[in-house]
């Protein structure tokens, strides 16, 4: 390996699709820095990243299943966000409101 360090090592072993234990044991770091490395790659299943036969398939998270596309999602947070930002300033007004009244009423 012409490498320059460990990191570097673990890429090149991801990229030639070994698996994340044996590239621990090759380079001589821990399965959490490859699955780290990996995961830092873009690294998945759908993206032709290999796995080890005895992996299971896990379940799709919830956030996952509702947006089919990561546009839709943004999409939608950014409404959201907008929303509450709309919202947060017209409580702010209203308790403006509500203070002056009370100063007011208090004099």
Same mark, same amino acid.
């Given at each position: 390996m012409t490498a320059p360090n460990k990191s570097e090592r673990v890429r090149e072993l991801l990229k030639a699709g070994m698996a994340a234990k044996d590239i621990a044991k090759q380079v001589g770091c821990t399965p959490g820095l490859v699955y780290?490395?990996?995961?830092?790659?873009?690294?998945?299943k759908a993206r032709g990243a290999k796995t080890s036969p005895a992996a299971k398939p896990r379940a799709k998270s919830k956030s %996952? %299943?509702?947006? %089919?596309? #990561? +546009?839709? #999602?943004?999409?939608?947070?950014? +409404? %959201?966000? /907008? /929303?509450?930002? /709309? +919202?947060r300033a017209a409580l702010r007004a209203t308790l403006e409101r509500l203070a002056q009244v009370v100063g007011e009423a208090l004099r």
């Open positions: 780290n490395i990996k995961s830092s790659m873009g690294l998945s %996952a %299943a509702t947006s %089919a596309s #990561g +546009d839709i #999602g943004l999409s939608s947070l950014l +409404d %959201a966000v /907008r /929303r509450t930002e /709309r +919202d």
